[in-house]
């Protein structure tokens, strides 16, 4: 099968968070299951260059329609790790992707449906004409508007979209004006609450909407959220869109790519180990005290690593650090914040915790000490208020790092709780779980884990093992989404 993926990120060229890994790492598998894929990505000014191998020249101004003009953009190519990458770059004094960051603009909405846009008529002008085009999330929603309206009757009506929402929180609401700009038009048509109007602002258009609505095929990022999507409200208004279209809609676990996350083979980290062979992890320990200038001591590390967002539960992130140094445990912490008043909180955080031996915040965006701290680290808390699917304790298991998790989402549906999970036999669970957003619960399952780390560290040791065991690998998402893809495939 040939299958185009579009999307705004792609690990580690370009990764703002989860939505890179999965896109590097599904493109991977499909590939290895003998698939032909490729990737169109935007050409950020900010992206890892020198993850990009051979890049050169693929569409010498590619003429995209908008507000009835057109811009011209040059179109490059790369490999990323082995993945065929096409970058656009358009030439406008917009400067869409030439701000030094990959999302944050007041036109963010406009930015990406140029891309969307563009991206069509690369495949267009260029005779491309995938099985599967496979979108990503809001920033891609347009695409399987377009087709539909627009591109099938322009050679492209064969071509079928299957579209993965990573993250309800963030909907591409915007004017009428996204429409005049691509060439829809049709005001009056789009704005039908079958279309793209959002559900609860009635002004306004809803680009994952559009996805929804349009796409061959829809799915979340694990089977809980899409329960949850459907039926709470972390679908954030898209409930009821969700329930009309449920015939295309399901959750598909994400996995993790285990050729850039496994401690056997881990070139990032101090020492390579392997579930039989711990000694490893306590040398990774020793080099992330001696990187962050931590004490040396017999303490567990306990770490927090992810985007310091209101999803994320930044408030019990907050307090998982002092809840922490209170119970004799270090704190490593790496994020970056997604808001200027979370910024400044944890920078002032940092300020005052300077001097204290048993805790590091590294505020920022780093792949190279994530390594090293999913390595190092004996505890990993993922406080979040709701989470899709959730990466950080898929990585964390396999690195033999305990997860300590909110019950919501994709992280219900892979750890399972050592002293209470009934639908696992003690053998098969990996971490500790808890459910209500108070301090008191995430303290509770924190307690739990120290006092198995200090009281009874032969079943910590075969805790960490028992994670370590399980396979969270792309395999068996792999093929799910070939099974999706061949479900819509020939469909009419
Ligand atoms: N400061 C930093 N420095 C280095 N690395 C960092 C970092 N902050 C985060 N990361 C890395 O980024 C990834 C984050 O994964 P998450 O699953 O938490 O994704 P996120 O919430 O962004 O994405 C959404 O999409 C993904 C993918 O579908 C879903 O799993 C998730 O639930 C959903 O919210 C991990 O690989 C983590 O190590």
Redesign the pocket.
Do not use: M, W, Y
């Given at each position: 099968m040939y299958i185009v993926q579009i999307a705004s990120e792609c690990a580690p060229v370009i990764?703002a968070?989860?939505?890179g890994?999965?896109v590097y790492g599904l493109s991977r598998e499909l590939e290895n299951r003998g698939n032909c894929v490729e990737l169109i990505l935007p050409m950020y000014d900010c992206m890892r260059y020198d993850h990009i191998w051979g890049l050169h020249d693929a569409y010498r101004d590619l003429g995209v329609p908008w507000y009835g003009g057109e811009i011209k953009c040059d179109v490059f190519c790369g490999w990323v790790h082995g993945r065929l990458c096409f970058f656009i770059q358009p030439k406008s004094q917009d400067e869409f992707f030439n701000r030094g960051y990959v999302y944050g603009g007041h036109d963010d909405p406009m930015r990406f449906a140029f891309f969307s846009k563009a991206a069509m008529e690369f495949l267009l002008k260029s005779n491309k004409r995938p099985d599967i085009i496979h979108c990503h999330d809001w920033q891609t929603g347009l695409i399987p508007v377009m087709l539909y309206e627009m591109y099938q009757y322009y050679g492209m009506e064969r071509q079928r979209v299957c579209y993965t929402i990573?993250?309800f929180r963030h909907q591409g609401n915007c004017g009428n004006e996204i429409l005049e700009a691509t060439g829809l038009n049709r005001p009056e048509y789009y704005f039908h609450y079958d279309r793209l109007r959002d559900n609860f602002n009635p002004f306004a258009l809803n680009l994952m909407k559009g996805g929804i609505v349009y796409s061959n095929y829809v799915n979340t990022?694990s089977p809980h959220h899409a329960w949850e999507a459907r039926y709470t409200e972390v679908g954030y208004g898209l409930g009821h869109t969700l329930e009309l279209h449920q015939d295309k809609f399901s959750g598909i676990l994400?996995g993790v790519d285990y050729n850039l996350w496994n401690p056997e083979t881990d070139e990032l980290i101090s020492s390579m180990y392997g579930i039989d062979d711990l000694k490893g992890k306590a040398k990774n320990k020793k080099a992330l005290r001696e990187q962050l200038l931590l004490a040396d001591s017999d303490k567990p590390i306990i770490a927090y690593?992810?985007?310091l967002d209101d999803?994320k539960g930044v408030n019990q992130v907050h307090h998982a650090i002092y809840y922490a140094l209170n119970r004799k445990a270090q704190f490593v912490l790496?994020?970056?914040a997604t808001s200027a008043d979370v910024n400044a909180k944890f920078w002032h955080e940092k300020h005052f915790l300077n001097d204290n031996p048993d805790v590091h915040l590294e505020l920022?965006?780093?792949?190279e000490l994530?390594h090293l701290i999913y390595a190092g680290a004996d505890m990993v808390v993922v406080p979040s208020k709701f989470?899709?699917?959730?990466?950080?304790q898929l990585?964390s298991l396999k690195y033999g790092t305990v997860p300590i998790v909110r019950g919501v989402?994709?992280l219900l549906s892979t750890v399972f709780d050592r002293d209470y999970d009934l639908n696992h036999a003690p053998e098969k669970r990996n971490g500790y779980v808890f459910y209500q957003t108070d301090n008191y619960a995430l303290e509770s399952a924190m307690e739990r884990a120290i006092g198995l780390f200090y009281e009874y560290p032969k079943e910590f040791e075969q805790l960490v093992q028992q994670g370590m065991e399980y396979d969270y690998s792309w395999k068996s998402a792999g093929v799910q989404y070939i099974n999706v893809y061949d479900r819509i495939k020939y469909q009419y």
């Open positions: 990764k968070g989860g939505l890994d999965v990573h993250n990022v994400n690593i992810g985007r999803q790496l994020g970056s920022g965006f780093n792949e994530a989470e899709p699917c959730g990466l950080t990585i989402g994709g």
